[in-house]
């Protein structure tokens, strides 16, 4: 079991997190979650326990602006929660291209299996949200939106997260002694 956590960083960004296993060439996507609170106690404390669930081995951190600051505060709440390796991420392709690239190949060849309990909560809109807005929130909806058009999402956060675990995840599994076929 990987996770990969998207920090939010300005304006309208979430706090990002999928969870997937690989099993057989297959790829699970057992959980898929945002936080919309930045860095606070609610968001550190709500992926420990997203990672204690799913029984993560790795999780792989993109490390784009905050020289390590996701991860250093994500720590503490690992050790206390559900202790598990964190390796940061970095990319420097442009995230449109990069998302549909690690994504279409798996869809492609129906590897791709969703959990319907990601369908049924990525359905559930925030409560603070309009119709309208809850929509670009939603992890499906980005899916079906995105386009080679950079920023041609307002929102890409959930979207990004599962991408980016898609597309680091035989990376992972080279780095890491860690069993990602179970």
Not at 91 to 115: D, Y
Not at 151 to 174: G, I, K, P, V
């Amino acid at each position: 079991m990987v996770a990969y956590i998207d920090p939010s960083g300005k304006g309208v960004d979430e706090t990002a997190y999928s969870i997937v296993a690989h099993l057989n060439g297959n790829l699970f996507v057992l959980e898929v979650g945002s936080f919309c609170e930045g860095y606070t106690e609610t968001v550190l404390t709500g992926i420990a326990e997203a990672c204690k669930r799913n029984k993560v081995n790795l999780i792989l951190l993109e490390d784009q602006f905050g020289q390590g600051m996701m991860e250093s505060l994500l720590q503490p709440y690992l050790r206390k929660i559900y202790p598990c390796t964190i390796e940061t991420n970095r990319s420097n392709v442009q995230k449109e291209r990069r998302i549909i690239n690690a994504l279409e190949p798996v869809m492609n060849q129906h590897r791709l299996i969703i959990n319907r309990s990601v369908i049924e909560n990525d359905a559930k809109p925030r409560d603070e949200d309009s119709v309208d807005k809850a929509l670009g929130y939603q992890l499906f909806h980005q899916m079906t939106h995105i386009t080679v058009d950079r920023n041609c999402l307002q929102n890409d956060d959930r979207l990004d997260s599962l991408a980016c675990l898609l597309y680091t995840s035989d990376a992972a599994d080279e780095r890491s002694s860690v069993d990602l076929g179970g």
